[in-house]
């Protein structure tokens, strides 16, 4: 179970097939080969090994419940239960009435059992620890919150303690950034990165603020609207999922946003996969920010500033104004610290955070 949390998945399944070779019927090595199965299903992007991969885990947990010997051993099977369903997600994965992940988290929480025999999982905690994270990969922030709140509440210290503190205060920044607004599936899936990439930002100003149609809104004569259009579509974006927000981008000449030239391939890319640092986020906040006002003087309010606010933002940094505009206005925050981090990546719940404070100020909805 150790190499299995250390996703050393190959290394895993040896010493659990071990055990079964010691003893076929032993619930908890069964319960862990399913695991490790789901996992190994997770990866696979052909269909038809993957589903032989979700066969059988599923067998195994079948396995695993019929030689539970003891309250014990059954906890460790509904916890599997779980795991595996938020790897494999069957059909209602989560809220079926007698399979999904949800009513394993209810058998195991009503099991009376011995925490000093709970071998790997040590605590019952590890049931509410283990339902958060199914409801993180189910997008579901609000309940994934209370959840590991819950574990964080069952013990003050113990093995899930850390784990749960740690993925509450991810969850929680979510869940305080999306107050207010609803996301679609994209945003969702943004929201719990730990880095947001070009590509993402681009998907998220069209997609989720509309930032097309709202950039159209400002210029009156249509026919001007139509002859704007991106001036060729980078060789990275040509088959890309967000090759549709990338071109609205350049259409638009987002600053932050635009191609970088590639020394290796001698072109202009979009790098939709590049990291996008808090810089830039800031650049493409302030651009955003004057194309919807029509307000040029947002560009150099803070030219001149001989003193700045943070320790790590000079007055004479490129970004600085773009720094001074984001977080005057409340798009983004420094640390407690007065740092900016401004070489440091834009993870996804700062990025929803100033997607809601941007559609409030501009009164977007």
Known sequence: MDLLEQKKIDEAQTKFERALYCDGKYSPALSGVAIVYAEKAKNKKDAGYRQADVNSALEQ??????NAKDNEEEFAYHIAEIRVLTAIKTKAWLDNDETGAEIHFKNAMAL??????LLYYEGREAAPYFMGLAYLEAREFQKAR???????????????NEKADRAWKRVDKIVRAMGGITLGDVGKIIAVKESVSRGDMAALLVDEIKIEKLFAGRIPVKVEIDKLKAEFTPADMVNHHFKDEAL?????GVRGLEPIYDPETKAYLFKPDKGLTRKEFALILEDVLIKLTGDQKIA???FGQEKSPFPDVRPSDGAYNA????????????????????NDLVNGSEAILAIRVLRQRMNIY
Do not use: C, H
């Not at 009376?112 to 025999?117: I, T």
């Open 61 to 66: 947990l079948k396995l695993a419940k019929r």
């Open 112 to 117: 009376k059992v011995n925490e000093q025999k």
């Open 146 to 160: 209370d959840k590991f709140q819950e574990a964080l509440g069952m013990k003050r210290e113990g093995k899930w």
């Open 248 to 252: 609205t981008m350049m259409k638009w």
């Open 300 to 302: 150099t309010a803070y």
């Open 323 to 342: 720094v001074l505009n984001a977080t005057t206005r409340g798009l983004m925050e420094p640390e407690l610290s007065g740092e900016f981090r401004i």
